[in-house]
Every structure is written in structure tokens, then in C-alpha cells.
């Protein structure tokens, strides 16, 4: 039996080991995994069995900390045994490295007392001084007991990349349990779940609900927030005498047609309620805590998809990476379906999903000052809106005063924001998600007026950039364009961001880092700059010795001259080393053991410099200078 299960984001690895043994020498019996739980997977049985070996976790709760799955499964998992003893705190302790406590979730553990992670011995006396007090092990439950006193959806596979905002839910539903932090000495507080449609809303509230339903002795409710009364109706006696903490998930609540007051008699019927509400827009500010849904980051789209272009095609909304990725699994090709994605004679989701899905993701769009600002964005995608950009397409189009299109513009830029249908960019400016375009592609009621303002845009906005000088945000100068055309600048944009966040052009200091991701990321970089070229209908060819760089020429350096020789030397070794990894041993251990390692190290810092010269040509076209420059 371990005293102490000692859990910890792999990044603070060394900060960890002194800890680990000053609880060892500390008369201790502790567990720590320093082969990693492989990210996705949940939790491995190892874990789960060693946890249930276990009197409490250590949580070392770095920043870094609730990033990690593996992190908080492990968490989840002790905190739910703790919870089910009477106390979710009996079963976890806490090492804050940080100055703050905002990091920290749940919102229990954030109003304990943290024992400092730079006082060793202390930390080690209140260890011994806790688990003195625990009698045995402690008890996960795989399967919690059914409490769904309505019928809940189960949940999808799909769920992927949402621990932290389901602390945050968790948080937010028992902040007056914590009122040390938040202030809060009233009963259980209303929260809601909110995000354009497809990025996931109804997912997290089934996943909260079944992770947590052991927090909720009194049962689960789920009502339709579209027919709320039907659902109350289907309840019935079932509603019971409400005697224990009970949680009331109102699903998919219709925007702009209830008032707050409606919205919010909604609520959990009893104090001991603590009510979820899903909804889409944000009209109802005063309704509970709100947790704001974006897209999937990079890394959980991936594994979603299987695909980066795909990925980044949708950017990261949940729905559209769970069709498309169905899809490539089950053998359609990447670039057919990238091709098929952008057509106009029918919506592939639509097609993949065999309904009408995308209908939903514009159906809020109700005004005419709404859809004409969509129509405007759509036009300028992917470069982002402002009202200003929306009132001169507006006052050119319908030959009106700036002052009348001004106030249209900005009610249609206010409306869609609250229908969660364009986002706040920087200085401003409001960005339309690629999904939403798409769908308003195949569900425009009007796609004549979207040509007069299409035309509008080019004519009023492209105009005013000759003769062109472009200052682009994070930008430390202003240069002259050198591209022939808008869509080679956008291009030479594209590809320079994505070249300098790569980790051929970041360095990768000894001893960090995956050998296995660099050769992927790089590998992804060929496939990235191939689709870019091709959404910007540019070719690519050859430069010629001396003449001007031009995108076509230097996306050609950049695969064939730079990665492709990289990458065509590297990857058949590292992988045939790989194919050689031992049984039970993690691969990061005997990627490091591989004697190559250190010769593939030295090349990939060498292709830093022909990389940074390519992104520094790049930044010569597309205007935009990001502070990093060829040595050489």
C-alpha cells in the first residue's frame, strides 16, 4: 500500500524529484509514474490500480498541471473517492509552485490551505500528519451507480480536450462551497455552458454529468430547453422530494425568443439544485457563471481528425472534426474530402452526417443587419471585421449615409456576437469561424445581395490599399508589399506563421523535446504550405538564380531544398530504431536511449538557419515582421 500517489505534469519532472525523495526519506511510502500515461487515453489500469493501493494524492499543481489528462484523471479519480467518504478533500492534498491559486481546480482544493512547494520539510510533516489520519486506501469507482432520473444522451467518443472546463463547471456549480475565495455564502449558483453551435455545449454537460454524478446523491435531470415544459411534464412524480444535492441540466436553450426572467424560472425548483443551462448565444449575462466554449486546440483536433490540413481547415470546431474524421477513418482520402469540403453544390458535413447540420449553425442569423455584416465578413475571410470595414461596404452597396450604415453595421456586429457567430479578434475587429462560413455558404437566403456586397467589399476596402503599405498586428514595422497580388500576400502570411512557430525554427534545447515530433511537425509543415498554395490557387515552382523570391519559389525551397532532405534522411532511421522499442518500455526513454539521437539533433539546429531565411523572405512579401532573423 503506498501513502502517497504523487501526481504530476511530466514537465515538472525535476522540480518533483526532490519532493519524491524527501517523502521517501521522510519514512513514506510514495508512488510516482515516470513513464507517462500516453495522452487520450484515459486512465491506464497501472494508474488505476496503484491509486487504489493508495491512502491520498499529492497533487504538484503547477500551471502546468491542468493541462495534462493523465493529471486529471488521476485527480478526478481521488476526488471523487474523497467525495464519496464525506469530503472530496480527504483524499487529496496539494503542492501550489505557484504564487497564486487561480490555476487551481476544483474550487474545493483552491480554498484549502497549499503546502509551499519551497519549504520541503514542511510539506513532508503535513503529508505524514494527513494520511496518519486515513485508515486504508482509498476507493475508486470505475462505474459510478446510475442516478439519471431522466433519460442523459450518453456520450461520444468525440469528448477530447475539455478537463479543465469541466473543473470550471465543477467550480463554478460549488463556488459557494468555497467561500474563503469566491465570496460566495449563498445557495448553489447557476452556470452556463456557451459557444456557437457544433463546438461542443451538450458533449461537456453529458461528460459532466457522468464523471460527476457522484457529487449529486439527489439524481441527474435533463430537460429539453427547446420544449422545457414537455420535459417537465415527462418528469413527473419523478421530481421526488428533492431532500438531497441534485443536479438540473437544461439543454439547448432558445436564445432571443425567452426574456432572462423566462430563461431563468428554468432553474433548479430547490435550493439543493445546482441548475447547467446549454445555450448558444449570450443574452443572458446575469443568468449564472458563464464557461465559454472555443474551438480544440491544434493538438486534440488532430487526434480527432488524423489530419493537420483537415484540422486546420475547420479550426478546431468539435462537429466538423468528428465528421470529417469518421471519414478519413474509414478510408475516404484527406484531399478528396479537403477538395469536397470547399465545394458549392452541397455541404460535405451535411453529406457525412446524413441531416441537415449546418442549418443549425446559421439559423440564428434572423435580421437583415445581422446577415448583411455575415456577408460582409464572409467576403474578407479569413482577415478579420471591423464596423468600419461593415459600414463602408454597407454605404457603398446601398448608396445610404455613413451615419445609417454605421448604426446597421454595428447592430449586425452586435447580434452575431451574441449569437455566438463571430468572435472578438484583437483592436476591435471580429473574426468569422471557417465552420460558420461554410454553412452560411450553402444556407444564404439571399446569395445575390451577398454578391452586390461582395463586390462592395472588393471595390471599397482592396481599393484603399493602393499604393499598399501593410502594418499587420504584432508587427514591428511597416513594409512596402512585394506581391504581386492580395492572395500571394496572404499566402506568404500564412506560411511564415506557421513556419515560425515550427519546431525546426524554435529551438529545441538538449535533453527536451521528441525527436518523433520534430519529424511530424516538420512533415505537417509540407502538407500545410501544399494546401495553403492551393486555397490561394498558387503553384509552385522552381526560383531562378538570383531573381526576386516570390511565394511559389520559396514554398518550393522550403519542402524540396530544406525539409524534404531532413526529413528523407531521418525518418526511415528513427523509425526502424523505433520499431526495436522494448516491451513496458515509454517511448520518449528509448527515444533518448538512441544512439543517433545527438547526430539527428545537431542536423535539426543546423536546418534552423535555411528556415529562418525562408521565413525572413516570406515576412519581405507578406509585410509582417515577427522578430525572428537568419543568422546567416
Known sequence: MWDVFLSYSRGDLERVRPLARALRDGGLEVFTDETGVASFTGISDTIWRELARAKALLAYYSTGYPEREACQWELTTAYLAGLGEGDPRRRVMVVNPEPGTGHIHPVELRDARHASADDIDAVVADVRAHVSRLDGPMAPARHGVRRWVSGVPQPRAEFLGRLSELWQVHSALHAHTAPLVTGRRTAAHAVQIRGMAGIGKSLLAQEYA???????????????????????????????????????????????RLTQREVAAMAAPHPLGHTLFTLRGRAYDGLGTPVDLGPLDERHARVLIGD????????????????????????????????????RDG??????????????????????????????????HPLPLTVEDAERVLAAADRVPRAVAHRRARNGVAELHVRSLVTPAPDGRWQLHPVTLHAWHHHDPAPARTEVLRHAALRTLCARRDPVTLGLPGSRREAPMAAPSESERMAAFDIQVELVTRIGVQELAPGTGSLREALTSLKSLIDFTRATLHTYSIGLERGTEGGT???????????????????GTWHPRLAAYEARCPAGVAPLDHEAAWPEAAAMRDELARLREPLLRIAERLGGISGADFGVAATG
Open 210 to 256: 457522468v464523471r460527476f454524478e457522484a457529487a449529486y446523491p439527489g439524481g441527474v435531470f435533463w430537460l429539453n430547453g427547446e420544449s422545457y415544459e414537455d420535459s417537465l411534464r415527462e418528469l413527473g412524480r419523478n421530481l421526488g422530494d428533492m431532500g438531497e444535492p441534485f443536479l438540473w441540466i437544461v439543454d439547448a436553450v432558445p436564445v432571443g
Open 549 to 567: 523570391p516570390t511565394v511559389q519559389s520559396l514554398a518550393y525551397s522550403l519542402i524540396n531544398d530544406a525539409i524534404r532532405p531532413f526529413t
Open 347 to 380: 455541404s460535405l458535413l451535411d453529406m457525412l452526417a446524413g441531416d441537415d447540420v449546418t442549418a443549425s449553425l446559421v439559423r440564428d442569423v434572423s435580421t437583415r443587419d445581422a446577415s448583411d455584416v455575415l456577408r460582409c465578413a464572409a467576403a474578407l
Open 308 to 343: 493537420d490540413v483537415l484540422a486546420q481547415a475547420v479550426e478546431g470546431h468539435p462537429l466538423a472534426l468528428a465528421l470529417l474524421g469518421r471519414a478519413v477513418r474509414a478510408g475516404h482520402d484527406p484531399r478528396t474530402l479537403y477538395d469536397r469540403l470547399h465545394a
